[in-house]
């Protein structure tokens, strides 16, 4: 599916911004993005991280509240072991908006699998 070139509405809104492994236009608004670090403070240093999930995730799900739930293993710092790093984005159409990210050792509920790495 194909996707206009991203446009950066700037630091100041969106202090995390990222694409998805379609080319989708993920983004986390500043005001959940800074409650959430409050909450889990080494999320302020997993930028490269929760990019690397959206990009080339292991597992995609469509969760029951209509979000999308992506996970990937390997990208955490090895205190962590073999957790999945999940992320979970709210769709707006073709704008995501990440309302949640942390490390998991499971797979949460889900409705169905959009994509699963091989």
Wanted: some cysteine; overall charge neutral; glycine content about 10%.
């Amino acid at each position: 599916m194909g996707y206009p070139a991203a446009v950066s509405c700037g630091n100041g809104l969106y202090p995390f911004q990222a694409t998805d492994y379609e080319g989708a236009w993920i983004r986390w608004q500043r005001r959940g993005y800074e409650s959430h670090v409050r909450k889990r403070p080494e999320i302020d240093e997993w930028h490269d991280e929760i990019q690397k999930t959206l990009a080339d995730p292991s597992v995609v799900v469509e969760l029951p509240d209509g979000g999308r739930g992506y996970y990937r293993q390997g990208v955490l710092p090895t205190r962590y072991g073999t957790c999945y790093l999940f992320v979970v984005v709210r769709w707006n159409g073709a704008l995501g908006d990440v309302a949640t990210a942390f490390p998991t050792d499971e797979i949460k509920p889900f409705v169905r699998i959009v994509r699963m790495s091989k």
